[in-house]
């Protein structure tokens, strides 16, 4: 019978570890979005890695952290964010991956984003697309 326990409490204890390791991830993606959709650049970039894989409409390469940040502000001066919904997440080994619609004062845009848990445990952004709705 004290096996059985102990069994059973460990069997929680890994349920009770897996399910707030989600929550936790839920937690960023939630921020992440909510940052998006109301075009706070300054919440956003906290989640963007060092290097940082940007694609906003024709611009395209590899920014530091604080140049992602500037191109991705002058972007949201530019299209003022109405709302942001997500239409797809998912992931492969240690990378999670969210594709959106953005509705901006300027028109619609798909947004894509690829993050990938860091040595620290926290997910940070590796790759950011932001491109006109209609090219796709």
């Known amino acids: 019978m004290n096996t059985i ?62 140049q992602a940040e500037l191109v991705v502000s002058n972007f949201f001066k530019k299209h003022k964010p109405l709302g942001f919904s997500v239409q797809h997440n998912g992931q492969s080994k240690d990378s999670k991956y969210t594709i959106g619609t953005l509705k901006t004062n300027e028109g619609n845009f798909r947004v894509y984003y690829l993050t990938k848990q860091m040595k620290n445990g926290n997910p940070a952004i590796f790759l950011l697309r932001i491109e006109k709705k209609d090219k796709f």
């Open 5 to 66: 326990r102990k069994f059973l409490s460990v069997l929680i204890l890994f349920f009770l570890s897996v399910l707030f390791c989600l929550s936790q991830d839920t937690g960023v993606s939630e921020k992440i979005n909510n940052s998006i959709k109301t075009g706070d650049t300054k919440a956003l970039a906290r989640f963007f890695n060092s290097s940082i894989e940007l694609v906003v409409l024709e611009k395209e390469d590899v920014y530091s952290k604080s």
